[in-house]
């Protein structure tokens, strides 16, 4: 079980990325108040050393490859029970406002972009690490918007958990729940339970209800 650094002893992290160029580049550029324990270039990888090595935090590639909307919430969406005990800080090239936003309802608590110096990136790691939000500054704005100042559509998604949030969308595009089992690497049976709670907290009759919901609100 990952614990809180005593104080003084540096935090220890997993770095996810597909380049291990960028990885290689990115631990040498950290100073010595991190500890980088592991790494990892794909999602399998990924949720295994995560499991295994339980960090104080993960940063983590937002663009990962596989997974839907990107491997990066594909990772945190398989490992939700380790969420709060361990604490994501997703890295991208993209500063765009449907990546930070879908990023942190996934689970991350922060989001820097590889602009950011070593010592930047550090700071961050330390200030999740601690409980912190942290976030690049012109990316704060994009995150206020979207949960401080949350529309009814942010309201409801507000009510489903991530998982569920991955099972809609893909119901709600017309997938079949073997289809949405398969790339979610879940059973029939999951989907089918997910699907029903989507629905009861939601409000919704059926899944031709969901489709129109989500085409409403333009979150397909």
């Known amino acids: 079980m990952s614990e809180a650094p005593l104080p003084g002893a540096p935090v220890t992290v997993v770095v996810v990325d597909?380049?291990?160029?960028?990885?290689?580049?990115?631990?040498?550029?950290?100073?010595?108040?991190v500890r980088v324990v592991g790494e990892a270039?794909?999602?399998?990888?990924?949720?295994?050393?995560?499991?295994?090595?339980?960090?104080?935090?993960?940063?983590?590639?937002?663009?990962?490859?596989?997974?839907?909307?990107?491997?990066?919430?594909?990772?945190?969406t398989r490992s939700t029970a380790l969420l709060g005990e361990v604490r994501f800080l997703a890295l991208s090239v993209s500063d765009a406002a449907e990546d930070v936003v879908s990023t942190i309802r996934a689970g991350a608590r922060g989001y820097v972009t590889k602009t950011a110096?070593?010592?930047?990136?550090?700071?961050?790691?330390?200030?999740?690490?601690?409980?912190?939000?942290?976030?690049?500054?012109?990316?704060?704005?994009?995150?206020?918007?979207?949960?401080?100042?949350?529309?009814?559509?942010d309201d409801e998604l507000g009510k489903l958990s991530a998982r569920e949030l991955d099972v809609m969308r893909l119901i709600a595009r017309g997938y079949t729940y073997r289809e949405t089992a398969k790339?979610?690497?879940?059973?029939?049976?999951?989907?089918?339970?997910?699907?029903?709670a989507v629905l009861r907290k939601l409000q919704l009759a059926n899944r031709h209800e969901l489709s129109r919901w989500a085409a409403d609100r333009r979150i397909l």
């Open 183 to 196: 790339e979610l690497f879940i059973s029939v049976k999951t989907v089918e339970t997910h699907v029903s």
């Open 117 to 153: 110096s070593g010592r930047e990136i550090t700071d961050a790691v330390l200030r999740v690490a601690e409980g912190d939000a942290v976030f690049s500054p012109r990316l704060a704005g994009f995150v206020l918007d979207a949960f401080g100042t949350a529309s009814v559509a």
């Open 41 to 76: 270039g794909t999602v399998e990888e990924a949720v295994t050393a995560i499991a295994a090595l339980r960090p104080r935090v993960v940063l983590l590639d937002v663009h990962l490859p596989g997974g839907l909307g990107g491997g990066g919430r594909e990772v945190l």
């Open 18 to 33: 597909d380049h291990a160029v960028f990885r290689s580049g990115l631990k040498a550029d950290l100073d010595e108040r």
